[in-house]
């Protein structure tokens, strides 16, 4: 059974370009949720979607949004980057309705803004 | 918000020592997960407990939900060189559809 996968691993982008990333989530799991980590704030929740629905948003600015698709799979698209975006991105999938429990994550998109 | 403190913030320790880290919450909730996360890499789920004093093992690894429902841990019997990573205390927040995460705890393991 196939994991989490994320594209693209790697990412380099100047300030003020936008870009976009892929999660695919585990068969069957229709909860996908995005949270950036950094080593100064740590793991912090950005969205989560289920059923093409956002059900709950993280405290991030407006230039960060996602979107989820009939077959699961999402994106997420930061715009305007900023140099204080560089950041592991890591997208994680959940079989509960409520998405809370049991999250499996995939290898996350390292994102470097220049 | 919900709050999870995590100690300790790194360990450093000898080949076949035993780990012993642990989480607090500012909130009661009914579920308390455990990560480890490799450099480079996404966080891979090692254990879930869902009910109050639950004890669950999973290998070398055994986790505990506290009784007071506000703390977990999480021993690691016999280390070796491979458990080297960070580990992650979470729980889900108020909404259910969120993890927090608390800030890791760094395990470095010396041959």
């Known amino acids: 059974k196939a994991g989490v996968t994320q594209t693209p691993r790697y990412l380099i982008k100047t300030r003020g370009q936008q870009v976009t990333l892929s999660c695919s989530p585990i068969?069957?799991?229709?909860?996908v949720s995005w949270y950036q980590q950094t080593p100064g704030q740590g793991l912090q929740f950005l969205f989560e979607?289920?059923?093409?629905?956002?059900?709950n948003k993280g405290n991030f600015p407006g230039r960060f949004s996602g979107r989820q698709f009939s077959n699961s799979r999402s994106e997420m698209n930061v715009s305007t980057l900023e140099l204080g975006d560089s950041a592991l991105y890591l997208c994680?999938?959940?079989?509960?309705?409520?998405?809370?429990?049991?999250?499996?994550f995939g290898q996350g998109t390292r994102l470097t803004v220049v | 918000g919900q709050q999870l403190n995590q100690s300790p913030q790194s360990m450093f320790i000898q080949e076949g020592e035993d780990v012993s880290m642990n989480c607090t919450s500012s909130?009661?909730?009914?579920?308390w997960l455990w990560y480890k996360q490799d450099p480079g890499e996404g966080p891979v789920l090692l254990i879930a407990?869902?009910?109050?004093?639950e004890l669950t093992s999973n290998g070398r690894l055994t986790a505990q939900f506290g009784i007071t429902r506000k703390d977990s841990f999480l021993n690691i019997s016999a280390s070796i060189p491979s458990d080297v990573g960070i580990y992650f205390c979470a729980q889900p927040g108020r909404s259910g559809y969120a993890l927090n995460f608390g800030k890791g705890t760094s395990l470095l393991v010396t041959p």
């Open positions: 407990l869902y009910k109050a004093g």
């Open positions: 994680a999938s959940s079989l509960a309705r409520t998405g809370d429990t049991e999250a499996f």
């Open positions: 979607y289920f059923s093409e629905t956002q059900r």
């Open positions: 068969s069957g799991h229709r909860s």
């Open positions: 909130s009661i909730f009914n579920t």
